[in-house]
Each structure stands twice: as C-alpha cells, then as structure tokens.
C-alpha cells in the first residue's frame, strides 16, 4: 500500500545521469499545497539555484546532469504527479569522480531531537575535487554546500514553501530549520550516522 502524505507536502524527487551511465536521485519533502505551475516553477528555480552552487564548489565530478525535478504526493483521493525540466550540469573537463558509491551527506535538522526528526540528503556521486589533502570532505565545499541549503531553506520559505523532514513512523511533517554537512565521506548504502564531530 502507498504511504499516504499530509495534505500540505510534496515530494520533490531531483534526478539525472552521472556521466558514467548511471542515474542519481535526490529525495526532499517540501510544503506545497496546489503544484500547480507557479508553485512548481518557484520551487524548481530554488532547486536550481541549489544545484548551481553545487556545481561550482565542484561537488559533482565531470559530465554530471540535473535535468529533472518532479513533484508528486499520494493521498487517500488518489496519486498527483508532476515533472519539470532542468538544466543544471557539470561541464566535461577534469573533475574526474570518485567511485559512484561515495557519497557527501547533508543533514537536515529540525527544532526536535531524535530520529524521526532528521533527515539526511546523499549528495553523489562527488568529484575528487572535492577531497582535502587528508581524506575528508574539503572545507570549502562542506561550507559551499550548507551555504546552499541554507539558501534553498530560506527560499521555499521567501516562496511560502517549507523544507520538511518526512517522518514515516510518525506520519508527520517537521520544518528543518538547520543544515550540517560533517566533514566524512560515506557510502550511500551505509546506515551508521556519517556526522561526527
């Protein structure tokens, strides 16, 4: 059975290849209440703003794409669905990849501890680019990419949207209200909590 969703909450599901054949997807809980085209619009701008910045603190290795977002919820009256086109990328060059399991993880945190109140985005495949001398995640970048979350947070809410945290167990939305990129490569199959420090 498909979980049902609040009324009020979209999932905002952001997609397109890697360069390398695969396809990456990024999945994010947003307060929208029509999806009609003024809705969608605004929130795919703010996604496109958020992705750009990606790119630009080489994030993303050489021959990554964005080109999708999609909006649906599914509720008790039936399933909505739909797709925008976008056109974020990562040029080809020398920003060669990590291998595609690697992944930079960003935390969304919300006013509430515990599980059911934080979220976490798998921003991946990176770029070697993206490396400090020592292994972990560059400051620049980790910087780069809470900068971006912010803005995308501060955003959808300027547009009278919210970035939610979607609690299955709970069945219930939570407003994040902070963003926390830790310092620590991960896979993005791992379970263990990526943030120390």
Not at 52 to 71: H, T
Not at 172 to 189: E, I, N, Q
Request: a positive charge; hydrophobic letters at 40%; aromatic letters at 8%.
């Amino acid at each position: 059975m498909p979980q049902i969703f609040p009324q009020d909450m979209a999932q905002i599901v952001c997609s397109g290849p890697t360069g390398s054949g695969d396809v990456w997807n990024n999945v994010f809980a947003v307060r929208a209440i029509l999806l009609d085209d003024i809705e969608l619009n605004k929130i795919a701008g703010r996604f496109t703003t958020f992705y750009g910045a990606l790119v630009a603190a080489n994030v993303y290795p050489q021959d990554w794409r964005c080109n999708n977002m999609s909006a649906s919820r599914t509720q008790a009256a039936g399933n909505q669905r739909r797709d925008v086109a976008m056109n974020v990328g990562q040029p080809s060059g020398t920003n060669q990849p990590f291998p595609s399991q690697i992944a930079i993880v960003l935390s969304h945190q919300t006013a509430f501890s515990g599980k059911s109140f934080r979220g976490r985005t798998y921003l991946g495949p990176n770029a070697l680019a993206a490396r400090a001398p020592d292994g972990t995640i560059a400051g620049s970048v980790r910087d780069a990419i809470k900068n971006a979350a912010d803005a995308l947070r501060t955003g959808l809410a300027t547009d009278q949207h919210e970035l939610l945290v979607w609690s299955r167990k709970l069945a219930s939305t939570t407003p994040v209200v902070a963003a926390k990129v830790g310092p620590y490569f991960d896979t993005m199959r791992s379970r263990r909590s990526a943030l120390r420090g």
